[in-house]
T-cell receptor
């Protein structure tokens, strides 16, 4: 079935360690996104990419990095520079022009806890 | 960015209709109105979207005010599986979607 796969679902990290969250999609979508969600809050955009080898910062990009070497993959690295990384991370994809098509497809999320 | 305002929470009895309101008084003429919902510990899922006319699909109906400054998501018969946070979003700048805190819907058996 087509969809978005995020891994791992749960991840624990010690302070000072980098960690990479995986996001893969087989929907042939050009655009991919990473959001962060804190308890009781909405989603905040970290990074997005509309094409391979290109990506843009969202509202809260500090302490995060991404790459887009393949159309179907958009991994997110949470670096040690991110001061409060414990959160629920969501990856999404869409066709270009999502404002009109209306549909973002989300993965099931990765919950990162820093010990 | 165009903002939306939604009530923090609402309750509904099971099998009754639910009307979830959204105000977007600063909407521009080309902004689409989108609704997503999020079940606990899951990613949001698309519900419906529209521009000017009312829209219906298998999940819900979207009623858009004539001046487009407000809209209402209608669930025709609430079920326990409809308990979720519902987000009303205006079409993004570029390809960015901005999610607020949404309305948390509780369905009472």
């Amino acid at each position: 079935d087509g969809g978005i796969t995020q891994s791992p679902k749960y991840l624990f990290r010690k302070e000072g360690q980098n960690v990479t969250l995986s996001c893969e999609q087989n929907l042939n979508h050009d655009a991919m996104y990473w959001y962060r969600q804190d308890p009781g809050q909405g989603l905040r955009l970290i990074y997005y990419s509309q094409i391979v080898n290109d990506f843009q910062k969202g509202d809260i990009a500090e302490g995060y990095s991404v790459s887009r070497e393949k159309k179907e993959s958009f991994p997110l690295t949470v670096t040690s520079a991110q001061k409060n990384p414990t959160a629920f991370y969501l990856c999404a994809s869409s066709r270009i022009g999502v404002a009109n098509t209306g549909e973002l497809f989300f993965g099931e999320g990765s919950r990162l806890t820093v010990l | 960015d165009a903002k939306t305002t939604q009530p923090n929470s609402m309750e509904s009895n099971e099998e009754e209709p639910v009307h979830l309101p959204c105000n977007h008084s600063t909407i521009s003429g080309t902004d689409y109105i989108h609704w997503y919902r999020q079940l606990p510990s899951q990613g949001p899922e698309y519900v419906i979207h529209g521009l000017t006319s009312n829209v219906n699909n298998r999940m819900a109906s979207l009623a858009i005010a004539e001046d487009r400054k407000s809209s209402t998501l209608i669930l025709h018969r609430a079920t326990l599986r409809d308990a979720a946070v519902y987000y009303c979003i205006l079409s993004p700048t570029g390809n960015q979607f901005y999610f607020g805190t949404g309305t948390s819907l509780t369905v009472i058996p």
